[in-house]
């Protein structure tokens, strides 16, 4: 049983691989607290406008309203009157993000918190690992391995791009599990 707290902020994080799920958790969670009349506002960041620039949109073309903002920093000017801020791409702001959630808890907000937890390499990925280790809650959700259909929390990058932000679908990436995972060689 879980309980939730009264009178008090917390943070969530939803992470995991990609096509796992977060953002279509992300988006069940803000609407069920707009269910229970809470204010509520996504975040994301301006890096990542795939699908579209004033919504998050989950893989499955499930969507909600948001905002794009270029820092954390944003995030914080911009909830005063909010009860529940949900935030996707985490992984794509900077170290600051941490501290943005973690004021935001203590100002009885809740926050969730959505993000890949490591890359394409399959190292930990910008904040998140912080972002896990602030969380009162954490779910690490899993994908389907698109080689043999086991679970998966590996990013497998199609291209040969280095880069550690390259935004993309499936044109780029699979979900892959540990076993079909191959990380590009240094």
Known sequence: MTLTPKNAGWIEVICGSMFSGKTEELIRRIRRA???????????????????????????????????????????????NIDVIGIDEAQFFGDDIVNVCKSLAHNNKRVVVAGLDTDYRGLPFGPMPALMCEADY????????????????CN?????????????????????CRNCFKPPEE
């Open 34 to 80: 707009e269910i229970a009349k809470m204010k509520t506002l996504i975040f994301k960041p301006k890096i990542d406008d795939r699908y579209s620039s004033n919504h998050v949109v989950s893989h499955n073309q499930s969507k909600l309203e948001s905002m794009l903002v270029k820092n954390a920093q944003e995030i914080l000017d911009n909830s005063e």
């Open 138 to 153: 954490l779910d690490k959700f899993r994908a389907i391995c698109i080689q043999c259909g086991n679970p998966a929390s």
């Open 156 to 176: 497998q990058r199609l291209t040969q791009d280095l880069a550690q932000v390259v935004i993309g679908e499936t044109d780029i990436y699979e979900a892959r």
